[in-house]
């Protein structure tokens, strides 16, 4: 059964919470996910009053590899179906017809 946010430790929470309020950061021509842009991170936990901000922060980036990571490898297998669709399409695999008379 997996675990519901308000079970992680509070330092969990306010570093999920953090990490929603940053903007994402894409790289233009290709589409990829870079991460975070990290520029108003300070703002925020002055903000928020946040302690332990180096716990916190320590916390956001353990998950921004986990994520940057899970959504090159979801990017990877998109462009092999991709390529494997566009082979099959140009001729490169078998294509099979039936003649059905009735």
Known sequence: M?????????????AF?????????????SGTYM???WDG??????LYEVEN??????FMKMWERILVAQRAEDAE??????ERKAKM???GGKQYT?????
């Open 35 to 37: 991460g975070k842009y």
């Open 41 to 46: 991170l300070d703002y925020f936990f002055k």
């Open 89 to 91: 399409s140009a001729g």
């Open 17 to 29: 919470f953090m990490f929603s309020l940053l903007p994402d950061h894409w790289e233009g021509m």
């Open 53 to 58: 901000s180096k716990i916190i922060f320590y």
């Open 98 to 102: 039936h003649n059905v008379q009735g």
């Open 77 to 82: 297998k998109r462009r092999k179906a991709d």
């Open 2 to 14: 997996p675990l519901e946010l308000s079970e992680l430790p509070e330092e969990v929470q306010v």
